[in-house]
């Protein structure tokens, strides 16, 4: 599987992504497991256009380890899950991404929200 860029994996619990998470921003998160062999499997993908602390701590039980990457805002963590999601096709997300309600943000990838 292709590296993500963001840090961890870390365990997906409060103490942990307390302790990992220093700053409130936005920003972009993949969940995941241990496989077998001890390499971090990828199961989804996401992005918090806020604050990636409280999206992470929502998503306690269901995964069992996590990255993250802190964005600049809202639109470059858009941005950075589209990469991912194009990049990993991860099994947990099986639609593209959307985009922040009233935005008419662009796809990097692809031209799913391309005019017609
Ligand atoms: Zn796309």
Redesign the pocket.
């Known amino acids: 599987m292709a590296k993500s860029g963001l840090l961890g994996p870390y365990k997906l619990n409060f103490d942990t992504i307390d302790a990992a998470i220093t700053r409130s921003s936005a920003g972009v998160y993949a969940l995941g497991y241990t496989s077998p062999e001890g390499r971090f499997c990828i199961n989804h993908v996401g992005r918090a256009d806020t604050d990636v602390k409280t999206k992470l701590r929502n998503c306690i039980g269901s995964a069992t380890l996590f990255k993250f990457g802190y964005t600049p805002n809202s639109k470059a963590a858009f941005e950075r899950e589209?990469e991912l999601?194009?990049e990993l096709s991860p099994p947990g997300n099986r639609v593209?991404p959307g985009r922040a309600q009233g935005t008419n943000w662009a796809?990097p990838?692809?031209r799913?929200f391309a005019p017609r």
Do not use: T
Request: aromatic share 12%.
């Open positions: 589209c999601f194009h593209h796809c990838r692809c799913i």
